[in-house]
């Protein structure tokens, strides 16, 4: 499992960027980063022809502009020294300019800002979660910057092992007190009837079977000595995500971490639909779609889907 060496950070120029640069500096001594880049994606800019021969440089002006305001953003919040920072102000499309730029700089991670208030930032954060090739975080506004639980919603794919695997080595050995959760939600299928069972006798049927799969599961797993927990959910409702959120919110977990399904093997994009379903979702809990980066063959492929 790779770590965190190189992340990017989308800043939107508001009041929430603070808190971006804020659990950057979090996750980067969590995964000792080695670069951490911080972009700000001024968009298209609609000045008239006859406006922009009159001012040349109104359009330079105002990045060099913004460059010092995430200079001075980031001297002041970002606290983990090893890390060399880079800032890039670009103009254009925000998701366009943030997924090249993070193919350009092989990241690792991006990490990005929901502001529930804002239906155009959930666009992006959709987009990118979609497209990326990396990892992607998303922190809401108002986190409390702790991390004592993780919620790792598993279906027993190598999609979970890379999830899991992730959440642990975060908190191996940085964070000894942090607890995993390990959730499972099963079904109850519409056959049971035929099985001459009741539907709660089934339930224990699937339930059985899912901690059979889980000690099988576990055995991938060097848990590091992390404590880790088990959770069985019955959904009697087809409301997979519902039921992860809503168990997250129960625990009062301080992260989710799910695994994403790539579209092929060369070509790490596109999530698979519980991912992006919880993604959907107005979340108060900050949310990790963990893709393994693997080949780079397909890009071209990538870009144009931009």
């Known amino acids: 499992?790779?770590?965190?060496?190189?992340?990017?950070?989308?800043?939107?120029?508001?009041?929430?960027?603070?808190?971006?640069?804020?659990?950057?500096?979090?996750?980067?001594?969590?995964?000792?980063?080695?670069?951490?880049?911080?972009?700000?994606?001024?968009?298209?800019?609609?000045?008239?022809?006859?406006?922009?021969?009159?001012?040349?440089?109104?359009?330079?002006?105002?990045?060099?502009?913004?460059?010092?305001?995430?200079?001075?953003?980031?001297?002041?919040?970002?606290?983990?020294?090893?890390?060399?920072?880079?800032?890039?102000?670009?103009?254009?499309?925000?998701?366009?300019?943030?997924?090249?730029?993070?193919?350009?700089?092989?990241?690792?991670?991006?990490?990005?800002?929901r502001k529930n208030?804002?239906?155009?930032?959930?666009?992006?954060?959709?987009r990118l979660a979609r497209k990326a090739a990396c990892s992607l975080l998303v922190i809401p506004i108002e986190y409390q910057k702790r991390v004592k639980k993780i919620l790792v919603p598993i279906d027993f794919s190598d999609y979970s092992v890379e999830a899991l695997k992730q959440a642990i080595n975060l908190a191996a050995p940085n964070l000894p007190n942090v607890k995993i959760y390990i959730q499972n939600v099963f079904q109850v299928p519409n056959g049971y009837r035929y099985t001459g069972r009741t539907f709660k006798e089934f339930a224990v049927i699937m339930k059985e079977n899912a901690e059979k799969d889980y000690k099988s599961f576990m055995h991938k797993i060097d848990t590091k000595g992390v404590n880790i927990e088990p959770v069985y959910t019955l959904d009697r409702s087809d409301n997979l995500i519902a039921k992860i959120y809503s168990t997250g919110l129960r625990l009062n977990a301080d992260?989710?971490?799910?695994?994403?399904?790539?579209?092929?093997?060369?070509t790490a994009i596109f999530i698979g639909s519980s991912a992006e379903k919880l993604i959907h979702i107005d979340s108060t809990i900050p949310i990790m779609v963990v893709r393994p980066k693997g080949k780079r063959a397909g890009i071209i492929e990538l870009l144009k889907d931009i």
């Open 1 to 113: 499992m790779y770590s965190f060496k190189k992340i990017l950070v989308a800043l939107d120029h508001t009041s929430h960027d603070k808190e971006l640069v804020d659990a950057a500096s979090f996750i980067s001594t969590l995964s000792k980063t080695k670069d951490v880049y911080f972009i700000n994606v001024v968009k298209d800019l609609n000045i008239p022809k006859n406006i922009r021969k009159e001012f040349p440089d109104i359009i330079s002006n105002a990045v060099s502009e913004r460059t010092v305001e995430i200079q001075n953003l980031v001297k002041e919040n970002y606290s983990y020294k090893e890390a060399k920072t880079h800032i890039e102000i670009k103009p254009g499309n925000p998701t366009s300019a943030i997924l090249k730029y993070s193919i350009e700089k092989n990241i690792d991670l991006i990490l990005v800002g």
């Open 117 to 126: 208030t804002r239906k155009d930032g959930g666009i992006i954060i959709n």
């Open 255 to 266: 992260a989710i971490v799910i695994g994403a399904k790539g579209r092929t093997d060369t």
